[in-house]
């Protein structure tokens, strides 16, 4: 299986400057994980002040959409 922690890493150490949650996204995008997978490694890896706990089912999706995207 693809490693989102190493994906993640490597992403968050050549974008020093990104939020925890901008590389998230990058190390999902188009992986086609699955929505278990994409949860908890989202509440590993994204800081929680990086996004509003109120939002975070909305994200969740947005980023399950965009882990599948063929484009």
Not at 9 to 32: G, L, M, P, V
Not at 34 to 45: A, S, V
Not at 51 to 62: F, G, M, P, Q
């Amino acid at each position: 299986m693809k490693s989102l922690k190493r994906r993640f890493d490597n992403i968050s150490n050549k974008n020093t400057y990104w939020s925890s949650y901008i590389c998230f996204a990058e190390s999902i995008k188009r992986q086609n994980f699955n929505k278990e997978t994409l949860q908890i490694w989202f509440n590993k890896l994204v800081d929680k002040d990086d996004y509003a706990r109120s939002d975070k089912k909305v994200i969740l999706e947005h980023l399950y959409a965009l882990s599948s995207s063929k484009t």
